[in-house]
């Protein structure tokens, strides 16, 4: 476990399950750059282009790259307490997006196209009650939601010493 996702967890939180986006998300992208980047290079040869022209069948080389470390660093947590959303391309992890398990309402999770169906790519919409928190997580393996329930299970939303309704999460906001 990274650092930065130990820095990440309160008191008492214990991780579940980490997921990486699915090798299909990825694989998806790669193809795409490559194409791209067998047309411009085919494109460069055939009109003998010179000078700085040349470099166009870099761009979508960069875009891949670029795929390889987003896909990389972009991790989805689900931890006895809350979902996280991590990472990225910029910053890696410094981007973050959490809900706790009590506040998930509903979930939509629908295929990532056609093969994202055959293959277990899902994307994910973690709603909770209030319309300006949620996380929205594309191209994940159908397993997150399955880990997600079970996580929801074991929370209870209140303590024995609480109302229901009038609590908070772990991380002091207010239900």
Do not use: C
């Not at 875009?63 to 991590?86: D, E, M, N, P």
Request: hydrophobic share 45%.
């Amino acid at each position: 476990m990274s650092d930065y996702l130990k820095k990440q967890l309160v008191t008492g939180e214990q991780v579940r399950s980490v997921f990486r986006r699915h090798w299909l998300w990825l694989a998806r992208r790669l193809l795409t750059s490559i194409i791209v980047t067998a047309i411009a290079t085919g494109i460069v040869v055939y009109f003998e282009v010179s000078g700085w022209p040349m470099a166009l069948p870099l761009l979508p080389v960069l875009y891949g790259a670029g795929t390889v470390i987003s896909w990389w660093r972009r991790l989805l947590v689900v931890t006895s307490q809350r979902v996280l959303l991590l990472g990225g391309l910029v910053n890696s992890l410094a981007s973050k997006d959490d809900l706790p398990l009590s506040l998930i309402g509903n979930v939509d999770d629908e295929p990532h196209g056609i093969l994202g169906g055959l293959f277990g790519e899902r994307d994910f919409n973690f709603q909770s009650g209030d319309p300006r928190s949620g996380i929205v997580a594309d191209g994940f393996p159908e397993e997150v939601l399955k880990v997600v329930r079970q996580a929801q299970a074991s929370v209870t939303t209140t303590q024995p010493w609480q109302e229901p309704g009038k609590g908070s999460d772990v991380l002091g906001r207010q239900y």
